[in-house]
Nanobody, 120 residues
């Protein structure tokens, strides 16, 4: 079982910044990629940003230039620096990680989510 714990959400004014953190724990042989998704009320869950073990990143067009995803030194943590936040960024943000629990068993795990609200 691989657990993901997110932190860093909250209420921020438009134009402000927040930094989300996610730490993975449990039986982990290798993490291949970690990412952040978000889901606004009544909408589907969409990719915000992802990063591979090799450091390759991918961003949704709506956050390019404003959000930055990075991995921690321990490689089982991922961060999302969110700048110039807009009301449309309001959503529950979910951390995701995928990789191998053992040499033969893959995992694809989700955190419980953290609320980000951008409002004046």
């Amino acid at each position: 079982q691989v657990q993901l714990v997110e932190s860093g959400g909250g209420l921020v004014q438009p134009g402000g910044s927040l930094r989300l953190s996610c730490a993975a724990s449990g039986i982990i042989f290798r993490i291949d990629a970690m990412g952040w998704y978000r889901q606004a009320p009544g909408k589907q869950r969409d990719l915000v940003a992802s990063i591979t073990s090799g450091g390759s990143t991918n961003y949704a067009d709506s956050v390019k230039g404003r959000f930055t995803i990075s991995r921690g030194n321990a490689k089982n943590t991922v961060y999302l620096q969110m700048n110039s936040l807009k009301p449309e960024d309001t959503a529950v943000y979910y951390c995701n990680a995928e990789g191998l629990k053992t040499v033969l068993a893959r995992f694809d795990s989700w955190g419980v989510g953290t609320q980000v609200t951008v409002s004046s």
